[in-house]
């Protein structure tokens, strides 16, 4: 039974598996951006620190657009869906932290929330079919391909560095601080 902190999330397993012990992790580290995101309106997920650019909201959208870019471009070889296939990325290749200014916070962590199903559900079929060595279908110009395993550390490092983007943020916005 997976241990619930006073922030809702499901503390990783002590003791499992490798593949429930690197889930675990990464869906740790996604109900910590939940968190971290949360009860925010627009000016709140809008907010910057210093002179970064960098927001909760943009945050968001570009951790939602990293889910579908590795778990389902990367892994799947699948082509881009809404809104990333039309996004004009020679022009703008922040395009993502940049657009998030015209979301809703609902259009925002729907987006986000759905990406992460997705993930989820992607990951459960590859699992099935073969497990972490599974390497992915699109391949580096260098001929490198990388496993499901390799994807999943890469994305717990994502979340893990622009977690603590989060935390300063958010504590700049209302005060909110913890891990």
């Known amino acids: 039974m997976a241990i619930i902190d006073d ?57 939602a657009y990293v889910e579908d870019y590795w778990f389902s471009q990367w892994l799947l070889g699948l082509e881009p869906a ?14 993502d932290w940049h657009s998030a200014t015209d979301d809703t916070p609902e259009q925002l962590r729907k987006l986000w929330s759905e990406a992460v199903a997705r993930s989820r559900d992607r990951v459960a079929e590859v699992l099935a079919g073969g497990g972490l060595d599974t390497m992915s279908v699109r391949v580096w110009h260098d001929g490198d391909t990388p496993s499901l395993r390799w ?27 913890g891990e």
């Open 7 to 63: 922030q809702g999330r499901a503390e990783p397993p002590l003791a499992a598996g490798e593949t429930q012990t690197l889930l675990g992790y990464l869906d740790y580290q996604r109900a910590t951006l939940e968190w971290k995101c949360s009860g925010l309106d627009a000016a709140g997920l809008d907010a910057t620190v210093g002179v970064s650019t960098m927001t909760l909201g943009g945050m968001l959208k570009h951790l």
């Open 151 to 177: 994807i999943i550390l890469h994305m717990i490092e994502e979340y893990a560095r622009h977690n603590g983007h989060a935390d300063l943020i958010r504590e700049s916005v209302d005060g909110a601080t």
């Open 82 to 95: 809404p809104p990333w296939d039309t996004a004009d990325w020679k022009a703008d290749p922040d395009w």
